[in-house]
């Protein structure tokens, strides 16, 4: 059994899908493997893991991300409903700097998304009752959170649908302070 690495347009952004082993009982995959993680040059440290649950469809979290040196790497997986996905690339020495990737990430498709140290997250729920699971390579530090607005031209991130709720702090980043 393995995992599957696929990149994207972003370097260190990848989507990585399990490689389930069925029988009639169901099937079995691994979802993590340090070892081959480590071996497509991706962070294997794993610090904590969260969940967030949306309660309705069209409900934006993000841009997001942890400033030096609290930098983190996200293994994004949706254990019930669907998410449009989104890395952002603000590592400012990148030739895809202030590019954006989208996956949609779904309970039946199993995909996850990894993000890198350096790149923002954010997601828009697709369905109702969306639970999104982060494996998250650093603990989180208060103080180094970051964001950048979810509609901010300079990022031109096209997402899926009309916002049906946002969180007061992600209204309130300012626009382009990268």
Same mark, same amino acid.
């Given at each position: 059994? $393995?995992v599957?690495?696929? =990149?994207?347009? @972003?370097?260190?952004?990848? @989507?990585?899908?399990?490689? =389930?082993?069925?029988?009639?009982?169901?099937?079995?995959?691994r +979802?993590? !493997?340090? $070892?081959?993680?480590?071996?497509?040059?991706?962070?294997p !440290?794993?610090?904590?893991?969260?969940? &967030?649950?949306?309660? +309705?469809?069209?409900? *934006?979290?993000?841009?997001?991300?942890?400033?030096?040196?609290?930098?983190?790497?996200?293994?994004?997986?949706?254990?019930?409903g669907? @998410?449009?996905?989104?890395?952002?690339? +603000?590592?400012? !020495?990148?030739?895809?700097?202030?590019?954006?990737?989208g996956?949609?990430?779904?309970?039946?498709?199993?995909?996850? +998304?990894?993000?890198?140290?350096?790149?923002?997250h954010?997601?828009?729920?697709?369905?109702?009752?969306? /639970? *999104?699971?982060?494996? @998250?390579?650093?603990?989180? %530090?208060?103080?180094?959170?970051?964001?950048?607005?979810?509609?901010?031209?300079?990022f031109?991130?096209?997402?899926?649908? &009309? *916002?049906?709720?946002?969180g %007061?702090? !992600?209204? /309130?980043?300012?626009?382009?302070? *990268?």
């Amino acid at each position: 059994m $393995t995992v599957k690495f696929t =990149p994207t347009a @972003i370097q260190g952004v990848w @989507i990585v899908e399990p490689e =389930p082993h069925a029988d009639e009982r169901g099937f079995f995959a691994r +979802l993590w !493997d340090p $070892t081959e993680f480590r071996t497509h040059g991706l962070t294997p !440290d794993l610090a904590q893991v969260s969940v &967030s649950f949306n309660h +309705l469809a069209g409900t *934006v979290r993000g841009m997001h991300w942890q400033a030096a040196p609290y930098e983190e790497a996200k293994l994004v997986r949706v254990t019930a409903g669907a @998410i449009w996905d989104v890395a952002l690339d +603000l590592r400012t !020495d990148s030739p895809t700097f202030r590019r954006w990737v989208g996956e949609e990430l779904s309970a039946g498709n199993r995909r996850m +998304l990894y993000i890198p140290e350096g790149c923002a997250h954010g997601f828009q729920t697709l369905t109702d009752g969306a /639970e *999104v699971t982060y494996h @998250i390579s650093a603990p989180y %530090e208060p103080t180094a959170g970051r964001g950048a607005r979810w509609d901010d031209p300079a990022f031109g991130i096209a997402w899926p649908c &009309s *916002v049906s709720v946002i969180g %007061e702090r !992600d209204l /309130e980043w300012p626009l382009t302070h *990268v």
